[in-house]
């Protein structure tokens, strides 16, 4: 039997920052957990005042641990509700829904080097990457752009001799992203994981300093999915009509109307929700479908996209 | 010499070299006996835009006009070139142009040194002679020329199939009379 949800219990909470909460996650009956490679993330389903929320989180234990998961959440000022879930609701011996782990953002194993350049919260994939014996072996480097006051927070999560270097906004201590690509051997994948600016710096620095596309890889993370202008689905197979609140994404509103839409990233990377669309004018935010596919408006991406017209009518 | 289209989908298809203006070091790697004089002047005028970062090296004695070539004796001499010349960084790119069995070789050996596929143009140029791989021996049969050629390995008379092997950089051969020993198709001269 394939197990797609998996029963968690919250076994240690401990801040590690002002704004950042660590959560050491058990199955709730005990059994060891499906393993997980580097570069993996769970979706939690968090409790919030208002409804559950769905985010996705890095695993950051070592590649392979069936003890347990652990994941670091950040408290985001503007939460819609999950990070302020985990940080002033969540306490030890609370059960979670979760589902299996994906992962979307996995080392790629004939490379020569592996540079990473994260962002804040975004070094968590990271934190496994550098716990990965194929990754050690083939030779790593971490770049960690970050507040002044936060550079230290990590260094208990990085594995001893891992070449980690932090970078924050003072001057002789920013990372020069173009330099720093216009050096790198052949054979070098490159990984940014971080807020949507970093991504795309990194992302253009490389198309200009000549990387092929199939070195440079990404994982989105933030508020993507975050609201927008309100609008009506129509859900045509189920029947229903589903009002799209400004603060939640379509995904949410479809399942808050009962309706199980399959998922697994919830950031528009994976392209397991996409979802035709019969009428409507999608406003899309996702990563995974082409520019051609975007601009025939015929499927959309419900955990990040949302529409500009009033109703968008849905094969669902 | 241009190259009949296949049937077979799996044969590389070649485009003009075109070098890429956001790479930072170009190698241009050629196959003297392969150019004529269109092809030189060709060459000449696409990596004129690149040349401050440009080095051009030509197995077989070349000139191409306003573009220093230095010249190696055989493909041979091209790995410890390769050698000298890296370690290569993400940001370089080696354009190949001669012969297929040539930029295939030269393929191999950018592979070696760390090339990605991405950072390695090819363009066909000269004689459709083919390296032929021996399905029998796995030995290989250079310069071939012909619809059947005798295996260079085992002897065996072998079809030249149009079947290719990017990591042989050579064409499948299976022997042409083995339901009937003897009976062989006429020898043609389809690969001049």
Not at chain 2, 12 to 29: C, D, F, G, M, N
Not at chain 2, 178 to 186: D, L, N, V, Y
Request: with cysteine; charged share 20%; net charge neutral.
């Amino acid at each position: 039997m394939i197990v797609s949800s998996l029963k968690l219990r919250v076994a240690a909470v401990d801040d590690i920052a002002p704004s950042l909460r660590h959560l050491r996650l058990e199955a709730a009956d005990g059994a060891p957990l499906p393993p997980t490679g580097a570069g993996a993330h769970v979706l939690l389903s968090l409790p919030g005042a208002a409804r559950t929320h769905r985010n996705a989180y890095s695993l950051t234990n070592p590649p392979g641990t069936r003890s347990g998961y652990d994941v670091i959440v950040r408290r985001v000022p503007a939460s819609r509700g999950g990070s302020a879930a985990v940080h002033e609701r969540l306490k030890v011996g609370d059960l979670l829904d979760a589902q299996t782990p994906g992962n979307l953002f996995a080392p790629v194993r004939g490379a020569r080097h592996h540079l990473m350049i994260a962002g804040g919260i975004g070094i968590t994939p990271f934190l496994s990457y550098l716990q990965d014996a194929g990754v050690r072996q083939t030779g790593a480097t971490l770049h960690v752009c970050c507040r002044e006051s936060e550079k230290d927070v990590f260094k208990p999560w990085l594995p001893d001799g891992a070449d980690v270097r932090f970078h924050w906004d003072a001057d002789g201590h920013r990372l020069d992203i173009a330099a720093l690509l216009a050096a790198q051997p052949v054979g070098t994948h490159l990984y940014v994981c971080g807020p949507s600016d970093l991504n795309d710096a990194v992302i253009r620095a490389a198309e200009a300093a000549g990387w092929p596309a199939s070195q440079v890889h990404t994982e989105h993370f933030g508020v993507a999915s975050a609201g927008g202008s309100a609008f009506e689905a129509v859900l045509r197979k189920s029947g229903l009509r589903v009002r799209v609140g400004e603060d939640e994404s379509l995904l949410e509103a479809i399942e808050r109307a009962g309706v199980a839409a399959p998922c697994l990233c919830r950031g528009g990377a994976c392209g397991v929700c996409v979802t035709p669309v019969l009428e409507g004018d999608p406003e899309h935010h996702d990563h995974y479908l082409s520019a051609d596919e975007k601009a025939a408006g015929r499927l959309i991406m419900p955990c990040v996209s949302r529409a500009r017209s009033p109703q968008l009518v849905l094969d669902l | 010499m241009t190259i009949a289209a296949s049937d077979i989908k799996s044969r590389p298809v070649y485009q003009p070299l075109s070098p890429e203006a956001a790479a930072t070091r170009h190698w241009l790697v050629l196959e003297a006996a392969a150019q004529d004089a269109d092809a030189c002047r060709a060459l000449v005028q696409a990596f004129a835009p690149v040349q401050p970062a440009l080095q051009v090296w030509s197995v077989g004695p070349l000139t191409l006009d306003g573009l220093p070539v230095a010249v190696l004796a055989d493909t041979a001499a091209l790995a410890p070139q390769l050698a000298q010349a890296g370690p290569f960084r993400v940001s370089d790119r080696l354009y190949v142009q001669g012969t297929e069995p040539f930029i295939w070789s030269v393929a191999a050996l950018a592979a070696a040194a760390g090339l990605a596929a991405e950072q390695v143009q090819l363009a066909h140029a000269g004689s459709l002679r083919r390296r032929v791989w021996c399905t029998h021996c796995h030995g290989f049969t250079e310069g071939v020329t012909t619809s059947t050629v005798p295996c260079a390995g085992c002897g065996r008379h072998l079809l030249v199939r149009d079947h290719f092997s990017r990591r042989h950089g050579a064409f499948m051969g299976v022997m042409v009379d083995a339901e009937a020993p003897g009976q062989r198709p006429a020898v043609q001269e389809v690969f001049p």
